[in-house]
């Protein structure tokens, strides 16, 4: 047992990079500047958080085309995903502020600023939770997926912190939708969380990917998703709990299936096997 | 509307401005205070010097560069024609025409990088040594045997051999440079060596002629390439420098900053995913010397006939001069 605990660890432990990890820590402060009533002063090298860039709102624009059409050309660049959602998703943003401030998990989580990354993580206990519990099924997905918490691109183009903050935790909550949902990181799988994000958060990202995504399937998987996954994804999506309002990092010991119960959310119809087969 | 890009520029660089350098309109010591010196600052042991609109010890600036164009080496080719809609190649042609080298003429190209310049070199002067082949082939109409017997040894020397050297302080853009001269098959004639303009590796008196294009600007003490250029170089032999500069035309000055303030980060984005590079080195044009005073630095450091050409209005000027 000691030998399959060890594996893990030594892998996901290798991958723990120093992606900026002294600029998270100070997105944190950042905001406890801003609380504490002090000035949001341009102190990150022009910027209002670390990695921040100011752009004017013609930049702006140019930036959703641009990475719109890079993201399309090449789907691995993540990056520019990742900027297309920045650039878009303002109002999508300030909405889900606002369902996370009248949310009392959702206002803690705005306070207290947790960050999902491995350094923050306690594999060992983690490992050692029982089989079903929240935290080991994570785990596993991390695992079998070959995924680290650790590879998420930072923020750039979100000119309000805490906003920022907001995308920020989307992007780390990403990873434990898969688990909560039950998806691989395939396509199909990639396709169906996209399809509840979207129905959840608004994002025109989400919303892009969950049309385009489709595209690349193939006419097996393309059948699952429309006729079992897709709606299955919409509806939970629309109904469950606001998804970023949870504080997952205190929730590791609870069950699974409690947690979906708590969340409204089903578990899935179909579980697509984790092949990265996409058959395009 | 040249004060608001201005504006818009300096709102932009959240950064400490050392002086407004956005907008092209500073001449050599005409709108600021002597005491708000450009570039250096003599206090006591921290130099300081800019970096784009950044005020960074000198000691740091060649790193944070080196950094810059180790980030920005695989997508350099592919930027430059996105940024310059492919203009660059206009005017990296001109300069090869001004050059006209002629065949056995050895080229040093510092800052070289990718070779742009080294590999037109080579493609003139082998088509000028075709050339001149073609036309003594024609002017001999009916050799004697004697003629013909005595051109084959001729040509076995091949005393017209050109050689170009591409010297960069950069390993990457040289390791993209050595890729591209693979791909064309590109043999002979090229050689690839890493150096620094400020301390070139070469003895005296070794080449014809010196380029450096569009890499003047970021060397931290342009005289002292300056006077390297002139220590490497034969006498007689020719400076030649291709670098952005300041466009005269107000209108175009305006059009020009919006777009490389608005456009050129974003492409760096989307095109590099490197913003702050391209940033830098919008930052970087606004801060090196216009035509005028630069040909004041290359006659300083003992060049002649130094003359200078604009290219697009000024975007870009062509700088010479010749060691004599």
Redo the contacts between chains.
Sequence with gaps: MWHRLSNPFIWLNQRQSSLASKGLKALTSAHLLHASGAEPSCSYDGGLYPGHIQTTPFQKALLAVGSGVAALQDPYRHDMVAVLGETTGHLALINLRDRMQNDPEGYTILTERPRIRLSTLDLEKMASLPDGSFGREYLRFLEENKVTPDSRAEVKFVDDEELAYIMLRYREVHDLLHTLLGMPTNMLGEVAVKWFEAAQTGLPMCALGAVLGPLRLNASRLQTLVTSLGPWALQNGSRARCVLSIFYERRWEQSLEELRRELNIEPPPVIPSASKKTGA | MAASVRL?VR?????SVTFAAAGGSCRSGGCLAPSSSRCVSDTAEDRSTHFGFETVPEAEKAKRVYKVFENVAQKYDVMNDAMSLGVHRLWKDMLLHVMHPQPGARLLDVAGGTGDISFRFLDYVRYQQERQKRRAAGSVQTPSWQDISDKYPAEEDRPQESRAVVCDINKEMLKVGKQRADGMGITSGLSWVVGDAEELPFDDDQFDIYTVAFGIRNVTHVDQALQEALRVLKPGGRFMCLEFSKVTNPILASLYDAYSF??I???G???A?D??SYQYLVESIRKFPDQEEFKGMIEDAGFCCVQYFNFTGGVVALHSGFKL
């Design positions: 818009l709102g932009l660089a959240h950064r608005q456009v980060p974003v492409l984005e989307v095109i995913g913003w702050k």
